[in-house]
């Protein structure tokens, strides 16, 4: 039975311990620093570490034997958890440092992109603000502007005008944020799509597609937000599309960071732009994907802590063929973010969460993101994306209509959802 070390505190942390909990090879979790809905998962237990003290997470994972850390968020592998944690000889699945700045470093993963010709938008950087406007004067609209660095999901305005434009440009690169560089990209239309695997020493293993909402707002309108919903699996990658994926965009970055001298072991999530024109890189992430994972692992059946074992293994006896299968259900699973009203901007914590009881389905759960336990044990809100509702069904419609009775019955003074989550466009 192993000991598993879960690094966050989201709906992303609280799926991860609601999936291994059900494993018969794992003993105890524990999730640093975790939130209400992971300490009520069986043999979960939270410990109050920060996802920044790293010299604390290590000797917490000494002092309790850990067999496997899983690190959720970014900014612990940026801040080089996994270089720390094998020096002291704990397995971990997250990449190293260097690594991790295909998701830290927006300027190396478009560097690293290019010049292994794997497709993604032109794209220019910049330091000073009048350089960038003049360019974008050239450029024409509509243009992406990204705050180079980590930004949780929310440091990118797609921008319609030069006002709108300039104004993105000055904040990003003025004193309230603190950027050195800003990058500038062409514009994409389509599809987005969230291709998410995992990597090893040897072996690649692709996990289901998922398709999630970024704008806040229904019909894909409002600021660029973490995520407000996501469905699994995603139509728009058939099988070919999910080869030429693998073949173009995965196999291909993995082989380009061996060769450069970093390699790659953990999650891999490339965000993809998906049209008639192709498939291109939006960006890296180097870790599960929120809200993606709740979808995901609401659909699989597998030992998820065996696999990473084997992945972070250098035995050759573990070929492709001997890894533990991850089976996925047929069925679609879909999620639905419920935030605080204002998020991402100013929102209201501390108002008092109803209804949590409402999962009473096996093919229901609420998984716990920004919460917290007031003094009288009552669940409160402590961010801007709260709950993920998820739900499933043998298509998405009927996905989309279990979720949505599941959002219905939860409540607090200040909530908000989209009501369009699962929106298939027209065909």
């Known amino acids: 039975m192993k000991n598993v070390l879960i690094i966050g505190s989201g709906g992303r942390e609280h799926a991860l311990t609601w999936h291994l909990a059900k494993s018969p090879t794992v003993g105890h979790i524990f999730v640093a620093p975790g ?4 300490a009520n998962e069986p043999n979960a237990e939270n410990i109050a ?58 300027t190396f993963c478009k560097s690293f992109l290019q010049r292994h010709a794997i497709p993604t938008a032109s794209w220019q950087v910049f330091e000073q603000p009048d350089a960038a406007k003049d360019y974008v004067k050239q450029q024409g609209f509509p243009i992406v502007i990204k705050q180079d660095g980590l930004a949780a999901g929310k440091g990118v305005v797609i921008a319609q005008s030069q006002q709108e434009a300039d104004q993105a440009i000055d904040q990003l690169l003025g004193d309230r944020y603190a950027v050195k560089r800003i990058l500038i990209e062409d514009y994409l239309s389509g599809e987005e799509v969230s291709f998410i695997a995992m990597v090893g020493n040897r072996h690649i293993v692709p996990l289901a597609t998922t398709q999630d909402h970024k704008k806040r707002d229904d019909g894909d309108v409002g600021p660029n937000t973490g995520g407000m919903g996501a469905y699994s699996p995603a139509p728009i990658i058939t099988p070919e599309r999910h080869d030429w994926i693998m073949q173009h965009i995965i196999q291909p970055t993995v082989r380009g960071m061996r060769a450069e001298g970093i390699p790659y072991c953990g999650f891999l999530y490339a965000g993809l732009m998906v049209s008639d024109k192709g498939i291109v890189v939006l960006e890296y992430n180097c870790r599960l994907g929120d809200p993606e994972t709740q979808v995901l692992l609401s659909r699989l059946n597998g030992d998820l802590t065996t696999l990473c074992l084997q992945l972070l293994s250098d035995e050759p006896r573990i070929t492709q063929e001997a890894l533990t299968p991850l089976n996925w259900d047929t069925d679609t699973a879909l999620g639905i973010v419920m935030a ?41 809100t402590a961010g801007g994306r709260v709950l993920c509702a998820v739900a499933q069904g043998r298509n998405i419609r009927i996905a989309q209509e279990k979720a949505y009775q599941l959002v219905k019955q939860i409540h607090w003074k200040h909530c908000y959802y989209r009501h369009d989550i699962g929106r298939l466009p027209p065909s």
């Open 49 to 106: 570490i920060k996802v920044t003290d790293i010299d604390a997470l290590c000797r917490f994972a000494q002092h309790k034997q850990i067999d496997l850390t899983i690190v959720g968020p970014e900014i612990p592998l940026s801040l080089g958890i996994a270089d720390h944690l094998q020096q002291v000889g704990i397995p971990c699945f997250g990449p190293s440092q260097k690594a991790a700045q295909l998701e830290s470093s927006k």
């Open 35 to 38: 939130n209400p809905g992971t």
């Open 340 to 380: 605080s009203q204002g998020y991402p901007g100013t929102y209201t914590s501390g108002e008092i969460i109803q209804g949590l009881d409402a999962s009473g389905e096996p093919s229901h759960k609420i998984f716990h993101a920004g919460t917290a336990m007031n003094d009288n044990g009552q669940v409160i």
